[in-house]
C-alpha cells in the first residue's frame, strides 16, 4: 500500500519544548516537502528537499529544522524558537517540477 | 505576501448548482496551476491541474479556466453534489522541483 505516512496524527507540546514530526513515504519520489497550514492561510512552504542530504528553506523556515538521511523519510523539528507552532502540519512528495505533489494526512500540533 | 490570491472564502451552494472559485497571480515565471481538495482532517489531493498553453481544461464536472493576460484562473464546479463539500486551494508554480504557492482556500458548503 503506497503512500505517505505521518505520525502521529495529533501532537500536544509544552512551551520550550522540541518536538519532531515523522514523515515516511514508500512512493519513490525524489523530493519531499513540509506545509504547515493555518485557518485561512492555505499551505505555506517550511522545508524542502530533493535529493538524500540536501534541503532548502521555504518561505517560513525561522523555528524548524528538518533532516534528509534516507529518501524515504523526512522529519521535521519545531524547536522552542517557534513561537506560534500550533498548526497542522502537512509533508508532500512529488517526483519533480510540474508533477503531482501527493500529501500526507498530517499532524495536529497543539501548544498547551 | 501571498503570491496566489483566491477568492471567495467561502461560499455555499445548493445541489446541481455551478461552484466558481477565482484566482490571481503576479509572477508570470508561473507555469503549472493545480487545484487540490480538502476534507476535514486530511492532506489535500490534486483535483486538476493546467498549464498556460491551454485556456481550459475539463474532467468530469470540474472546469479551469485560464487567462494568461489577465493572470488569473477558475475552478468550475457543475452539477454540485453534497460530497464535494470541502474545502478548494488553488496553487501555482513552475518546473523547479514541484515548489508550489497557495491561495487561501475556499470553504465550499453544498446543500442538499
Known amino acids: 500500500d503506497g503512500g505517505i505516512t505521518q505520525s502521529p496524527k495529533y501532537l500536544f507540546r509544552k512551551e520550550g519544548q522540541n518536538v519532531t514530526l515523522s514523515c515516511e513515504q514508500n512512493l519513490n519520489h525524489d523530493a519531499m516537502y513540509w506545509y504547515r497550514q493555518d485557518p485561512g492561510q492555505g499551505l505555506r512552504l517550511i522545508y524542502y528537499?530533493?535529493?538524500?542530504?540536501?534541503?532548502q528553506k521555504g518561505d517560513i523556515a525561522e523555528g524548524y529544522s528538518v533532516s534528509r538521511e534516507k529518501k524515504e523519510s523526512f522529519p521535521l523539528t519545531v524547536t522552542s524558537a517557534q513561537k506560534n507552532p500550533t498548526a497542522f502540519y502537512l509533508c508532500a512528495t512529488t517526483t519533480g517540477g510540474r508533477t503531482e505533489a501527493f500529501f500526507g494526512q498530517g499532524t495536529r500540533l497543539t501548544v498547551v | 505576501q501571498q503570491q496566489v490570491k483566491q477568492s471567495p472564502q467561502s461560499l455555499i451552494v445548493q445541489k446541481g448548482g455551478i461552484s466558481i472559485i477565482n484566482c490571481a497571480y503576479e509572477?508570470?515565471?508561473?507555469?503549472?496551476f493545480p487545484w487540490y481538495q480538502q476534507f476535514p482532517g486530511k492532506g489535500p489531493a490534486l483535483l486538476i491541474a493546467i498549464r498556460p498553453d491551454v485556456s481550459e481544461k475539463k474532467e468530469g464536472r470540474f472546469t479551469i479556466s485560464f487567462n494568461k493576460s489577465a493572470k488569473q484562473f477558475s475552478l468550475h464546479i457543475m452539477d454540485s453534489q453534497p460530497g464535494d463539500s470541502a474545502t478548494y486551494f488553488c496553487?501555482?508554480?513552475?518546473?523547479?522541483?514541484?515548489?508550489?504557492?497557495f491561495g487561501a482556500g475556499t470553504q465550499v458548503v453544498v446543500t442538499p
Open positions: 496553487a501555482a508554480g513552475t518546473d523547479s522541483w514541484g515548489k508550489l504557492q
Open positions: 509572477n508570470t515565471a508561473f507555469d503549472y
Open positions: 528537499s530533493q535529493i538524500v542530504n540536501d534541503f
